[in-house]
């Protein structure tokens, strides 16, 4: 079983609805919580950045973080074609001082249709 | 803004053949990972550098080797290439020592294909 796991969707929604994600995770020593765009045979976007249970909002993106339940969101208000691409949450642990590694789920496709 | 720069964009390579990959940090990044990231896969870490001194490996195979430079940039470098060597190799840069404000910024992947 991974350590995070990410429903790959895909996921359709139409132009201006909510794009609700989300990821499990089973290692406890996860403290650090990011989310990431990619859109194809590019680089993952860092798009949000969360340490703390509960919510960080920037612009139309939500994140959530439920440390007791070893679970976050990402949540996109008014969805754009530009979009679409894939979500990839990503987790690490304040294991060392330097250079922790991301631990990343699978990734969920998103396909916003106009 | 400067972003994490990572050459070449392709490489194509036979198998038992060697390649090296290369990464330009973020400016004033010290910290550089390397991942890689099979087709329909997520990243998977490699290795990791923090003041030219390797902080952290993952699942790197023995034939792989990888160093941090002076100026920062880092090298990957792969021998005896295998098919299953195939995949997007990104690199990432973090603005501190890593610890708890560690972000990463990644690069727009090298494409490796092996034939």
């Known amino acids: 079983q991974k350590e995070v796991e990410q429903d790959p969707g895909p996921l359709s929604v139409p132009e201006g609805a909510i794009v609700s994600l989300n990821c499990t995770y089973s290692n406890s020593a996860f403290q650090y919580f990011m989310w990431y765009r990619q859109y194809s045979r590019k680089g993952p976007e860092l798009l949000m950045y969360?340490?703390?249970?509960g919510n960080k909002e920037d612009g139309r993106f939500t994140a959530q973080v439920d440390k007791s339940s070893k679970y976050i969101s990402l949540f996109i208000r008014d969805s754009q074609p530009s979009d679409s691409a894939t979500y990839l949450c990503a987790m690490s642990g304040w294991i060392k001082a330097a250079g922790n590694k991301l631990t990343f789920g699978g990734g969920t496709r998103v396909l916003v249709k106009p | 803004a400067a972003g994490v720069i990572q050459s070449p964009r392709h490489l194509i390579k036979e198998k038992r053949e060697t390649a090296t990959l290369k990464c330009y940090p973020i400016p004033r990044h010290d910290t550089v990972y390397w991942y890689q990231q099979g087709p329909g896969q997520d990243p998977q870490f490699l290795i990791s550098f923090y003041e030219k001194m390797q902080s952290d490996k993952g699942s790197i195979p023995d034939r792989f080797s990888a160093q941090q430079f002076s100026d920062y940039h880092s090298e990957l470098n792969m021998s005896s290439l295998e098919l299953g060597d195939s995949a997007l190799y990104f690199c990432?840069?973090?603005?501190?020592?890593?610890?708890?404000?560690?972000?990463?910024?990644f690069g727009p992947g090298t494409r490796l294909t092996v034939l």
């Open positions: 969360t340490y703390s249970s």
């Open positions: 990432a840069s973090s603005p501190s020592g890593g610890g708890n404000t560690d972000t990463q910024y």
